[in-house]
């Protein structure tokens, strides 16, 4: 039941991450359907235009993203800028940038770079190149920093064209050159194609048009790959004039041409227009009046369809001139006045849209200002809020102070008084482990006197009384060879010499087990495997196994776990009855263990008189303690006897 109801709650989880996550590509799809729409604007299509831009602004009002509502509002105030709309094209390009810099995210700084390119595009246009020239520096700065290479080749082109209008010619090539040496490191298409652009137009610059026709072919290449209209026709148009500057106009014609008909495909109206007038004037430098001719013509009914007196003036100047080469002078000279009537029309239309673009940025900048100033006072009466705040949070923290201080003085006298409680508790434990300390040390004294007696004593034996009952033998070995003794006398004689055989042997086995020469020579494994030989050759069997690595310790702890090893097998021997003991050792690098166990008649751990009587516990657990051991001993009646001691090693044991 419990699975079942783990498996709902998550599949119940994984239906709405589902659901946001359609609703979170729907909202992304529609922002990209937006953007190609917005692309594909053009200055003529006003109500078309209007129309996405409401859109945009309406995404961005509604949605909750910050980067989406950012990048509304600059596609929103992009579009606006191709209408010439520019009061709402600066209110919602700054918009995009106040959100954008929000946010020191990658993608947020992304957009904020792509809104400044675009406001300096409007300035561009207009004239403004100050302001134009700031915005485009700071995009530049904020792509370098990103390494986003597309996008750094977009914003030098714009800086390229920017310094050309503004008669920088070294700094133009310089741009345009930087632009071109990123081109190797973008996949992006649009980027490589203004890449190129750049690098031919430099070319162009210094009559090098044959290299830059060559590049300008290869734009023309990418733009097809891209099925993008308008760029195939700038490439067309470039070559077109990079042919005409080498006096070369009927491939020139024929470049315009193509360009009108990649201009027509995509259905921008303006391109077309320019394409044909550029046709009609390459045909007049080919003296092809009539073609000439009818390319203007149609140029010219695309002018008045648009409402462009830009294409009208240029039209009209072209006609002028075919009309004088003709002899018509009469005709001539009414283009002449057509032209000059336009002329006054576009600096009428050049003024108002200064004017109107001036307006717009002031607009604009009072926006702006205005809002600032809203915040600044908002920002005012937060700071009287926060300083009533202050005084309150001061008077409580005062409060709080006191009481804390006092809570203080409380808790450093309890402190006190814990720690003199405790520092008498210490001095009380430091006087017990002192108290231990010397009697371990006692002990381990006695332990030294009775080994060194020991010692002694066995010495004297084996050196001493050995000596001397070995003389004894030797001199009554002597006698018998010597002496005529009867057959009575010799069995006796023999029978005295055996006994002062066993004599030796037994006082040599005393002396051994007192001070075991195998010990000191070979450490407590042979000396223990020895001492289990000698001891289990009557009716109880002694085993003995060892595991670990065959070390030497400090004499002092062998000569420790060797008595109390002897002592518990005799233990066993006396008291147990035991027809088996074994006994093992464990030898570590931190540790060693020995362990003696017999199937004897066993006895009560907790009848403390009775071992100390009959099997010399407290002996043992005395040695044990004056090498900081354990013991632990487990027995019961009729049921043997275990015996574990375990001793730490140091570096100095």
Same mark, same amino acid.
């Given at each position: 039941?419990?699975?079942?109801?783990?498996?709902?709650?998550?599949?119940?989880?994984?239906?709405?991450?589902?659901?946001?996550?359609?609703?979170?590509?729907?909202?992304?799809?529609?922002?990209?359907?937006?953007?190609?729409?917005?692309?594909?604007?053009?200055?003529?299509?006003?109500?078309?235009?209007?129309?996405?831009?409401?859109?945009?602004?309406?995404?961005?009002?509604?949605?909750?993203?910050?980067?989406?509502?950012?990048?509304?509002?600059?596609?929103?105030?992009?579009?606006?800028? *191709?209408?010439?709309?520019?009061?709402?094209?600066?209110?919602?390009?700054?918009?995009?940038?106040?959100?954008?810099?929000?946010?020191?995210?990658?993608?947020?700084?992304?957009?904020?770079?792509?809104?400044?390119?675009?406001?300096?595009?409007?300035?561009?246009?207009?004239?403004?190149?100050?302001?134009?020239?700031?915005?485009?520096?700071?995009?530049? *700065?904020?792509?370098?920093?990103?390494?986003?290479?597309?996008?750094?080749?977009?914003?030098?082109?714009?800086?390229?064209?920017?310094?050309?209008?503004?008669?920088?010619?070294?700094?133009?090539?310089?741009?345009?050159?930087?632009?071109?040496?990123?081109?190797?490191?973008?996949?992006?298409?649009?980027?490589?194609?203004?890449?190129?652009?750049?690098?031919?137009?430099?070319?162009?610059?210094?009559?090098?048009?044959?290299?830059?026709?060559?590049?300008?072919?290869?734009?023309?290449?990418?733009?097809?790959?891209?099925?993008?209209?308008?760029?195939?026709?700038?490439?067309?148009?470039?070559?077109?004039?990079?042919?005409?500057?080498?006096?070369?106009?009927?491939?020139?014609?024929?470049?315009?041409?193509?360009?009108?008909?990649?201009?027509?495909?995509?259905?921008?109206?303006?391109?077309?227009?320019?394409?044909?007038?550029?046709?009609?004037?390459?045909?007049?430098?080919?003296?092809?009046?009539?073609?000439?001719?009818?390319?203007?013509?149609?140029?010219?009914?695309?002018?008045?369809?648009?409402?462009?007196?830009?294409?009208?003036?240029?039209?009209?100047?072209?006609?002028?001139?075919?009309?004088?080469?003709?002899?018509?002078?009469?005709?001539?000279?009414?283009?002449?006045?057509?032209?000059?009537?336009?002329?006054?029309?576009?600096?009428?239309?050049?003024?108002?849209?200064?004017?109107?673009?001036?307006?717009?940025?002031?607009?604009?900048?009072?926006?702006?200002?205005?809002?600032?100033?809203?915040?600044?006072?908002?920002?005012?009466?937060?700071?009287?809020?926060?300083?009533?705040?202050?005084?309150?949070?001061?008077?409580?923290?005062?409060?709080?102070?006191?009481?804390?201080?006092?809570?203080?003085?409380?808790?450093?006298?309890?402190?006190?008084?814990?720690?003199?409680?405790?520092?008498?508790?210490?001095?009380?434990?430091?006087?017990?482990?002192?108290?231990?300390?010397?009697?371990?040390?006692?002990?381990?004294?006695?332990?030294?006197?009775?080994?060194?007696?020991?010692?002694?004593?066995?010495?004297?034996?084996?050196?001493?009384?050995?000596?001397?009952?070995?003389?004894?033998?030797?001199?009554?070995?002597?006698?018998?060879?010597?002496?005529?003794?009867?057959?009575?006398?010799?069995?006796?004689?023999?029978?005295?010499?055996?006994?002062?055989?066993?004599?030796?042997?037994?006082?040599?086995?005393?002396?051994?087990?007192?001070?075991?020469?195998?010990?000191?020579?070979?450490?407590?494994?042979?000396?223990?495997?020895?001492?289990?030989?000698?001891?289990?050759?009557?009716?109880?069997?002694?085993?003995?196994?060892?595991?670990?690595?065959?070390?030497?310790?400090?004499?002092?702890?062998?000569?420790?776990?060797?008595?109390?090893?002897?002592?518990?097998?005799?233990?066993?021997?006396?008291?147990?009855?035991?027809?088996?003991?074994?006994?093992?050792?464990?030898?570590?690098?931190?540790?060693?263990?020995?362990?003696?166990?017999?199937?004897?008649?066993?006895?009560?751990?907790?009848?403390?008189?009775?071992?100390?009587?009959?099997?010399?516990?407290?002996?043992? *657990?005395?040695?044990?303690?004056?090498?900081?051991?354990?013991?632990?001993?487990?027995?019961?009646?009729?049921?043997?006897?275990?015996?574990?001691?375990?001793?730490?090693?140091?570096?100095?044991?």
């Amino acid at each position: 039941m419990k699975n079942i109801k783990y498996y709902r709650q998550f599949s119940v989880y994984f239906i709405l991450l589902f659901l946001f996550s359609l609703v979170a590509n729907g909202q992304n799809t529609a922002l990209q359907n937006l953007a190609l729409q917005c692309d594909s604007i053009v200055q003529a299509d006003t109500a078309n235009g209007n129309r996405i831009c409401s859109q945009l602004v309406a995404f961005a009002e509604t949605g909750s993203d910050l980067r989406e509502k950012a990048e509304a509002y600059r596609l929103a105030g992009n579009c606006s800028g *191709k209408l010439e709309n520019f009061e709402n094209a600066f209110g919602w390009l700054q918009k995009a940038a106040e959100i954008s810099r929000e946010s020191d995210s990658p993608e947020s700084q992304l957009i904020l770079g792509k809104t400044l390119v675009n406001l300096g595009a409007i300035c561009h246009q207009n004239g403004d190149f100050n302001t134009a020239l700031s915005y485009y520096l700071e995009a530049e *700065k904020i792509f370098f920093i990103q390494n986003n290479i597309s996008w750094l080749i977009r914003t030098y082109a714009s800086l390229g064209d920017l310094y050309d209008k503004i008669s920088q010619p070294e700094k133009r090539k310089e741009i345009n050159e930087k632009a071109f040496e990123l081109l190797s490191q973008t996949s992006d298409i649009e980027a490589q194609i203004k890449a190129y652009t750049c690098k031919a137009n430099n070319l162009s610059n210094e009559d090098r048009f044959e290299e830059a026709l060559d590049l300008y072919k290869k734009t023309l290449t990418l733009s097809q790959s891209l099925k993008n209209y308008h760029l195939e026709h700038v490439a067309w148009y470039n070559m077109g004039f990079a042919l005409s500057r080498m006096d070369n106009y009927n491939e020139a014609a024929a470049m315009y041409l193509k360009s009108y008909e990649a201009a027509n495909a995509g259905g921008n109206k303006s391109d077309m227009g320019d394409a044909l007038y550029k046709t009609g004037l390459m045909n007049f430098y080919s003296e092809k009046f009539l073609l000439s001719e009818e390319y203007l013509s149609q140029a010219m009914q695309i002018a008045n369809e648009t409402n462009s007196n830009i294409l009208k003036r240029n039209v009209y100047d072209v006609l002028y001139s075919l009309e004088e080469a003709r002899g018509n002078y009469k005709k001539a000279y009414e283009y002449l006045n057509d032209y000059v009537d336009v002329e006054f029309e576009i600096f009428s239309e050049d003024d108002l849209r200064q004017t109107n673009f001036l307006q717009a940025r002031f607009e604009a900048d009072k926006r702006e200002f205005q809002i600032t100033q809203l915040e600044n006072e908002k920002q005012i009466q937060q700071l009287n809020l926060k300083r009533q705040k202050l005084l309150i949070v001061i008077l409580v923290l005062g409060l709080l102070l006191g009481a804390m201080f006092l809570l203080l003085v409380i808790r450093k006298n309890i402190h006190k008084q814990q720690l003199a409680a405790k520092q008498a508790e210490l001095q009380n434990q430091k006087i017990e482990q002192m108290e231990k300390e010397h009697q371990l040390l006692a002990v381990q004294s006695v332990l030294k006197g009775e080994e060194a007696e020991r010692s002694r004593i066995a010495t004297d034996l084996h050196d001493g009384l050995g000596g001397l009952l070995s003389g004894v033998k030797i001199n009554l070995s002597s006698m018998k060879e010597k002496a005529v003794l009867t057959e009575n006398q010799v069995r006796a004689f023999n029978h005295a010499l055996s006994l002062l055989d066993n004599s030796i042997g037994e006082l040599r086995r005393i002396a051994h087990n007192m001070m075991p020469e195998t010990l000191h020579k070979y450490g407590l494994k042979t000396a223990f495997a020895d001492f289990c030989v000698e001891m289990g050759h009557g009716e109880t069997e002694i085993n003995f196994g060892f595991f670990g690595e065959n070390k030497r310790y400090n004499s002092e702890l062998e000569l420790t776990v060797y008595r109390i090893g002897q002592e518990l097998v005799n233990n066993s021997l006396k008291h147990a009855g035991a027809g088996q003991i074994n006994v093992q050792m464990f030898a570590e690098t931190s540790r060693i263990a020995l362990q003696v166990f017999d199937n004897g008649c066993g006895f009560n751990p907790a009848e403390k008189g009775n071992m100390a009587k009959s099997k010399g516990i407290d002996n043992i *657990k005395s040695r044990v303690a004056a090498f900081n051991g354990l013991i632990e001993i487990n027995s019961a009646p009729g049921q043997g006897t275990e015996i574990l001691l375990e001793f730490p090693v140091n570096d100095k044991s």
